[in-house]
C-alpha cells in the first residue's frame, strides 16, 4: 500500500512515497530556513506564501522519485494540525483538492503523531506499546503509544517547549536561525558545569516541564555580564545551558519510564537530533536495561516521510476525512 504524504506545518514544504507505512520510496523537502534567517525566527505570513509557491512541484517531484503515478497511491495523507494555521491551511486545501480530483481516500495526520512515526522509518522492528519523549520548537510532551493510533499524554511543558528555549537562548547569544542546532554544535567544545543553572519542576506534576525560568536565567546571566563588560566563554554557556535542559527531559523522562514500569523508550522530534540528549538517553536505557528506539538525524525535522508512516496506520483505522476537513492550529494528540 504507497500513501502519499503532504506536510506543510511550518517552514518547510514537503512531499513523500511511502510503502506499507515503513518503507520510503521518496521524500522531497523545499526549506525555507534561509529566508527566514533573515528574521530570526519563521515568520508566518511568509511561510504560508512559500508554501503556495512549490507544493504542487514538490508533490510531483515526489511522484517522480518514487516511480509511480497517482494510479499506483492508494490515499494521500496530510498534516492538519498542530502548526501555523496558515501554513497548514495550504498543504490541507492542495491534499483535498488533490483526493476530490482523483477520488483517493484523504487522511488527516497529527503533526506530533508524524514525528513519533519517524521511528518505524528508522527502526523497522519497532512496534507499540512504548514511551515517547516528544520534543520540538512546540512541543514537549512524555506519551504513551499504546497502539499506533491510541496515545496518552502522561506529561508535557507548562509553557515553553525545549526547542523554543534553546532557540531563543541561542538567540540571545547572536547565533543564526535555527538556533538550537548551533547551540549544540558549539556546546561540544564547552564545560557543562561551569555555570550552575535551575532545573525547574512542577509541583505535584512530577512529568510535567517548565523551561521559561531556564531560558530566563540564561538570557539574564548573558545581559548582566554583557552590561558589566565581562566577556563569557559562549562554548562554556552552551554547554551548561544545553545540559540543564537535557537533564530536565531525562529525568522526568525516566521517572515516568520507571513508575510506569515501561521497558521500551522512544524520541522523536527536532529536538531528538540534539546530540547531548541522544547519547544521555543511550547511556541511561543501557544501565537499566531498556530498549531505546531514536529516528535517524535526517528524520528529526519536519518532513513528509514521517506523515506518510503514520497516515498508513491512521489509514487502516479508517481514520477518513471528507472534504470539510479543516486545519488547527492546536490539538492534543490523543484526539
Do not use: W
Not at 504542487?56 to 497511491?73: R, W
Not at 494521500?76 to 494540525?81: C, F, G, N, W
Not at 531505546?292 to 491512521?314: H, I, T, W
Request: some cysteine; charged content about 20%; overall charge negative.
Amino acid at each position: 500500500m504507497k500513501i502519499l504524504a503532504i506536510e506543510s506545518s511550518c517552514d518547510e514544504t514537503a512531499a513523500a512515497v511511502v510503502e506499507d507505512g515503513r518503507k520510503v520510496l521518496s521524500s522531497v523537502v523545499a526549506s525555507q530556513v534561509a529566508e527566514h534567517r533573515l528574521y530570526g525566527g519563521v515568520v508566518p505570513e511568509i511561510a504560508s506564501r512559500r508554501h503556495a509557491e512549490v507544493i504542487s512541484k514538490v508533490v510531483s517531484q515526489s511522484l517522480e522519485e518514487a516511480n509511480v503515478t497517482l494510479n499506483d497511491i492508494t490515499a494521500i495523507a496530510v498534516t492538519y494540525a498542530p502548526g501555523l494555521i496558515g501554513a497548514l491551511l495550504v498543504g490541507v486545501n492542495f491534499a483535498k483538492g488533490l483526493s476530490y480530483a482523483t477520488g483517493l481516500p484523504l487522511v488527516p495526520v497529527h503533526h506530533l503523531r508524524s514525528h513519533i512515526a519517524s521511528n518505524y522509518i528508522s527502526n523497522p522492528e519497532l512496534k507499540p506499546p512504548f514511551l515517547c519523549l516528544v520534543v520540538s520548537g512546540g512541543h514537549s510532551h512524555i506519551v504513551m503509544v499504546e497502539d499506533y493510533t491510541k496515545m496518552k499524554i502522561i506529561g508535557k511543558t507548562r509553557d515553553d517547549a525545549a526547542g523554543e528555549a534553546f532557540d531563543k537562548a541561542a538567540r540571545t547569544m547572536g547565533m543564526p536561525y535555527p538556533g538550537g542546532i548551533e547551540l549544540d554544535k558549539v556546546a561540544q567544545n564547552g564545560d557543562p558545569l561551569a555555570f550552575k543553572l535551575p532545573r525547574p519542576t512542577v509541583h505535584d506534576a512530577p512529568y510535567d516541564f517548565s523551561f521559561s525560568g531556564l531560558k530566563t536565567a540564561v538570557i539574564n546571566l548573558l545581559h548582566n555580564a554583557e552590561q558589566k563588560g565581562i566577556e563569557l566563554n559562549k562554548a562554556d554557556v552552551c554547554a551548561s545551558y544545553r545540559y540543564a535542559v537535557v537533564d530536565c527531559l531525562t529525568t522526568n523522562f525516566l521517572k515516568a519510564a520507571e513508575d510506569l514500569n515501561a521497558k521500551k523508550l522512544v524520541i522523536a522530534g527536532g529536538v531528538s537530533a540534539n546530540s547531548l540528549l541522544r547519547s544521555t538517553l543511550q547511556d541511561e536505557c543501557k544501565k537499566r536495561g531498556y530498549e531505546f528506539y531514536m529516528p535517524e538525524k535526517f528524520l528529526c525535522g519536519d518532513n513528509a516521510a514521517m506523515v506518510g508512516s503514520q497516515g498508513y496506520y491512521e489509514y487502516l483505522s479508517g481514520n477518513i476525512a471528507g472534504t470539510d476537513l479543516n486545519a488547527y492550529a492546536t490539538m492534543s494528540i490523543e484526539k
